[in-house]
């Protein structure tokens, strides 16, 4: 290389040099700014996450501490003063808050308090709306009407999910109260044969054949 092209290849460097530099000088702060947004928001994650652990934790010890109480009446009265903040939380605890008032003889007053869960919407999943549903068409009982019964069991069972066969049993039991025998020992024989079914409520849908004198296996829907 000769001194002539060193020299131009001097100068380009210290060129582009300047240039780098100017531009640091000029744009280095959106670097800067950048490195603190990515290192603030991962700070404010984990905080936000240390957050949730901790209200989580609050409202599990404060059920624990509700379900611990001597009597019902007292039990509802704890779990009543516990809001959670996340739905699911939340659900939970209006469920039990249910079962304490239930336990404690208000069956109107949790039946009221599951309606509230099953209407809620938003982020709540809806296998929440249609427990609530459930619990509170077995707590109204002999307040509502039969086909009233049937036709709230018969909107949870057709829409699937782990409450279908229990909701299922329960239309069963009011064909059976109604006197409709066959269409009981059919809907109890296909819930016999339900891949979903838990051998718990196969166990009772056997026990419920047999008291009405038909043998388990030996019908159609089986």
């Known amino acids: 290389m000769t001194e002539r092209d060193s020299f131009i290849e001097e100068v380009a460097e210290e060129v582009r040099r300047d240039r780098m530099f100017t531009l640091m000088r000029r744009y280095g702060w959106i670097a800067v700014l950048a490195v603190l947004l ?5 700070g404010w994650n984990e905080w936000r996450k240390a957050q949730a652990t901790d209200r ?5 010890d404060a059920i624990l501490s509700a379900l611990e109480r001597d009597s019902a009446g007292a039990r509802a009265e704890a779990l009543a003063g516990i809001a959670p903040g996340e739905p699911g939380a939340a659900a939970l605890v209006d469920m039990l808050h249910a ?3 239930a336990e404690s003889g208000d069956a109107s007053a949790a039946a009221a308090q599951l309606d509230g869960i099953g209407g809620a919407g938003g982020e709540l999943a809806p296998v929440y709306g249609r427990m609530a549903a459930f619990k509170a068409l077995l707590q109204r009982g002999d307040t509502l009407s039969a086909e009233e019964r049937r036709q709230g069991f018969a909107a949870i069972a057709s829409a699937g999910g782990p409450l279908r066969l229990l909701a299922e049993e329960q239309i069963a039991l009011g064909e059976i109260a109604a006197g409709e025998t066959e269409a009981a020992l059919d809907r109890l024989e296909a819930i016999r044969g339900d891949a979903a079914a838990t051998p718990g409520l196969r166990r009772r849908a056997a026990q419920l054949m047999v008291a009405l004198g038909a043998e388990p296996g030996t019908r159609a829907g089986g």
């Open 56 to 60: 989580a934790r609050a409202t599990g």
């Open 38 to 42: 990515i290192v603030g928001g991962a």
């Open 99 to 101: 079962e304490a008032l």
